[in-house]
């Protein structure tokens, strides 16, 4: 069997978490793509995996989920690829000045916005396109992640109680401190194939079928490949695809696709990855001579001073921020995630101003039992918002969304 895409011989990433909530969710599209589904049972279909190359001992889809949940690597040190496709729409230097009006500031990074090297912001660049990141680990203390770019480089460093974030375009940087030692530099966004394949295990019910499909090659390493895939018609999601590292059980790549097919939605993988430990200086961080220093504690306060001041964007969005209680309906893949705003529907062209004819024209217009409203759509995650205020979301098609708007009344 021909290996799955590798650059390179060897790779790396560790690190876990990821937030809920739905304001957390907004900012990061991926996670809420991949974990859109809570777990209840574990309805696996047994499988062999195929003979092939390498030629690896057979196992189960159960044994292979096992052996991913007991592996227990804490030191590594690579590079990780991965490429994000959602379909979001060209905006053509609009985002800009929305962003703008919303924030009351010129834009992220300035005085007014906080620091540049804010890693709740810097890793959103993650939603879209195709990056390279060196990741490392040395146990639960110690992790590093660079995001490299044409000419500069992120970096996110954890190193007991500290955690700094440094842009070296703007020489900017953000430090913070850890509120445990279990603290990942990345929580606020999955960046690993670990951290994609943890948020899809969750999603393992009796609605899904879980096999292995045979083996591969990643980064040079021996690797068995489980298949997830939905049972149930109207998920956006076609399957996922988990590299499983034969020795340590530690995903090397993820692949989601949709079920409108074409090319992955999101496709993380180790390109290079070394299971020693790593040099303790790997972890040292100095702010360069120079460079701002922003304390977390003081960017909070500058965000805060810019909702303050910004007016006019940052009132209609508030608009949309009350909610009565999120529920979810459905089950499976097929989970929808409902909540009411209040009554407040998506602006108006004329009542909204600017931001109701931005998002209105990226928006299918669609009625039902339910009303009117519009959905917003990606390749893998859709939005209904209803004249009347009430929001469906998940990773299911279109139809399913107006369905389950229907059957709510």
Do not use: C
């Not at 650059?7 to 809920?20: H, K, V």
């Not at 696996?44 to 189960?60: I, K, Y």
């Not at 990942?184 to 394949?197: G, L, S």
């Amino acid at each position: 069997m021909a290996p799955i895409d590798s650059d390179d011989s060897t790779t790396a990433g560790a690190g876990e978490g990821l937030r809920s909530g739905r304001r957390r969710a907004a900012r990061y599209v991926v996670p809420v793509a991949v974990m859109g589904v809570a777990a209840a049972t574990i309805g696996l279909v047994p499988a062999l995996a195929d003979s092939g190359d390498p030629d690896l001992p057979e196992v189960t889809a159960q044994q292979l989920i096992e052996k991913i949940a007991k592996s227990d690597v804490e030191q590594l040190s690579g590079t990780v690829k991965i490429s994000t496709d959602l379909g979001l729409p060209g905006l053509g230097g609009l985002e800009s000045g929305l962003m703008s009006g919303m924030s009351g500031g010129p834009g992220s990074g300035g005085d007014e916005d906080g620091s540049a090297a804010d890693p709740s912001a810097k890793l959103t660049e993650l939603v879209s396109g195709t990056h390279t990141l060196r990741v490392a680990a040395d146990g639960p203390d110690r992790q590093k992640l660079s995001l490299l770019e044409n000419a500069a480089e992120y970096s996110l460093i954890h190193n007991g109680k500290d955690v700094w974030g440094y842009d070296s375009e703007s020489n900017e940087v953000y430090h913070s401190t850890a509120s445990g030692s279990a603290e990942q530099p990345h929580k606020e966004a999955p960046v690993t194939p670990k951290d994609f394949a943890d948020q899809a295990l969750k999603a393992v019910d009796n609605t899904t079928s879980v096999t292995v499909d045979g083996t591969a090659q990643v980064a040079g390493r021996d690797a068995y490949r489980l298949v997830i895939k939905p049972k149930q018609d109207g998920s956006t999601v076609g399957a996922v695809s988990v590299a499983v590292d034969a020795k340590t059980g530690m995903p090397l790549k993820f692949t989601l696709t949709p079920s409108s097919g074409g090319a992955a939605v999101v496709d993380a993988g180790f390109t290079k990855v070394s299971f020693a430990q790593p040099d303790a200086s790997t972890f040292d961080f100095t702010p360069p001579k120079g460079a701002k220093v922003t304390e977390a504690d003081e960017a909070a306060e500058a965000a805060e001073h810019g909702r303050e001041a910004g007016g006019g964007l940052a009132e209609e969005m508030d608009g949309l921020k009350g909610t009565d209680g999120l529920k979810v309906i459905g089950e499976g893949w097929n989970s929808i995630a409902t909540f009411d705003t209040g009554g407040q529907g998506l602006p108006t062209a004329s009542a909204g101003g600017d931001l109701g004819g931005f998002l209105g024209s990226f928006g299918d217009q669609v009625k039902g039992d339910f009303g009117s409203g519009t959905v917003f759509k990606t390749r893998l995650v859709n939005a209904l918002i209803t004249d009347d205020g009430k929001v469906y979301a998940g990773a299911v098609t279109k139809d399913a969304l107006v369905k389950a708007a229907d059957a709510a009344q």
